[in-house]
């Protein structure tokens, strides 16, 4: 694949320690932009899990300047769409409109972060919204034995915990506790704004200068972040669903280990898509599953290297049998010339594809703010997976699956030893 790419990104440090990173794309008319704050679940004490979450639901019940209904309608109102989302490491208030609202998007932002009301009555009434989001999941078992996977795979260590926190902490937050996270965290030297899209990068600083919190330029304490120790665990959790689901995976490397590339074509070729070992031979030959495939989870000190598929529970041992077979079959066989070309076209169609999105761009930009503290280029990325070779791969998956440490879980009915395929 060859292309010519010419990349604008820029980066400000504002004295008051917040980030500003933008990458100008001027022929697109809409504009994507991130406030990314660098706290999640991992962050959170154990009396109150699930607040970073908590927090980022109630920013839109009202702030100093705007009712619930005004701040739903401040983008809507002009075409443009306004959200957030928590993760295990990190919290983002995110905005897409068109190029000439950028103000107004930079604002808004702003005033969900800076004014934030928490009124008491409001805390308890969300909390019902949460006990509410956190059934849903239950009532999923597809999307539930991930956050039971990663109880697994991590024990007891933060990354571990549910992103949502659980009923129990859910119901012991208050104005007082969420006061307390948002003093510590919500800083602007924990800040990251990024950008993408038709705008200017001086522009963009000079609007930010506006509405960034002056007046909490105290450092942010580090993170308490400790490194995981694995610990292989096998789990069932039995239950009355129409499928029986399971996820099993192993520990990687962290994001700017030198083997991301390789990592990446490996969990390609493993289970990325159609056309990979896992898909064609559990659905397509043995009609063992309707989904299966394998993920990659990258955090600041480690990784994960995962695999999902939900089948009738007769059909469990045998699909875990054949989920060993491709592995082993990838850790002891090097790849051809074709299967490695044709995975790293792959690859890279998707990551170009990806990027002619401005929200994944923005997305982008911020993850490799907060993974790596620098700019990968998209040169770079290409010129990394290019330079990949079938050994490569081959160590790679030796390295992660020969340990044979697979934490698994199992949700839903089961018949006989489920894990005994993996051995």
């Not at 510590?184 to 200068?209: C, D, F, M, Q, W």
């Not at 292989?232 to 030198?258: D, S, W």
Request: contains cysteine; hydrophobic residues 40%; proline residues 3%.
């Amino acid at each position: 694949m060859k292309s010519e790419r010419v990349e604008t990104y820029k980066r400000t440090v504002l004295p008051n320690g917040l980030r500003i990173i933008t990458e100008s794309i001027p022929y697109v008319r809409s504009v994507s932009l991130g406030l990314w704050l660098d706290v999640g679940s991992r962050d959170e004490p154990l009396s109150s899990l699930g607040i970073s979450h908590f927090i980022e639901h109630m920013v839109f019940k009202g702030t100093r300047t705007r009712s619930p209904s005004e701040i739903a309608s401040h983008l809507e109102s002009v075409g443009g769409v306004l959200n957030a989302f928590t993760g295990r490491e990190q919290t983002c208030f995110y905005a897409k409109f068109l190029d000439e609202h950028l103000d107004k998007g930079v604002e808004i932002l702003f005033d969900l972060i800076n004014n934030p009301l928490f009124g008491s009555s409001d805390i308890e009434k969300e909390k019902k919204v949460i006990l509410e989001e956190i059934r849903d999941i239950e009532d999923a078992p597809g999307e539930l034995v991930h956050d039971l996977f990663a109880e697994a795979i991590f024990s007891d260590h933060p990354l571990g915990r549910p992103i949502l926190g659980n009923k129990k902490t859910v119901m012991g937050l208050n104005r007082g506790k969420v006061l307390r996270f948002v003093g510590k965290h919500y800083r602007p030297a924990n800040i990251i704004v990024a950008a993408s899209g038709n705008l200017e990068h001086n522009r963009l600083v000079k609007i930010t200068k506006k509405y960034a919190d002056r007046n909490n330029n105290s450092p942010v304490s580090p993170n308490n972040r400790k490194k995981p120790k694995f610990k292989a665990l096998r789990q069932v959790f039995r239950r009355n669903t129409n499928q029986t689901h399971i996820c099993l995976g192993l520990p990687t490397k962290e994001f700017t280990n030198e083997s991301r590339g390789a990592m990446l074509l490996l969990n390609s070729i493993l289970g990325g898509g159609m056309s990979s070992r896992l898909f064609q031979h559990l659905r397509e030959e043995l009609g063992l599953v309707y989904t299966v495939f394998s993920f990659l989870d990258f955090f600041a000190d480690n990784g994960i290297f995962g695999i999902y598929l939900g089948t009738e529970k007769t059909n469990a041992g045998r699909a875990l049998g054949a989920i060993r077979h491709e592995i082993d079959r990838i850790t002891e066989n090097r790849l051809t010339d074709l299967e490695l070309a044709s995975a790293k076209e792959q690859l890279k169609g998707n990551l170009m594809l990806g990027l002619e999105n401005t929200s994944n761009r923005m997305n982008r930009l911020a993850k490799h703010e907060l993974l790596a503290n620098r700019h990968i280029t998209l040169d770079e990325t290409v010129a990394g997976i290019d330079a990949v070779t079938a050994d490569d791969v081959l160590k790679v998956a030796r390295e992660v699956f020969l340990s044979n440490q697979f934490s698994a879980v199992t949700l839903g009915p089961v018949k006989g030893n489920i894990y005994a395929a993996l051995e």
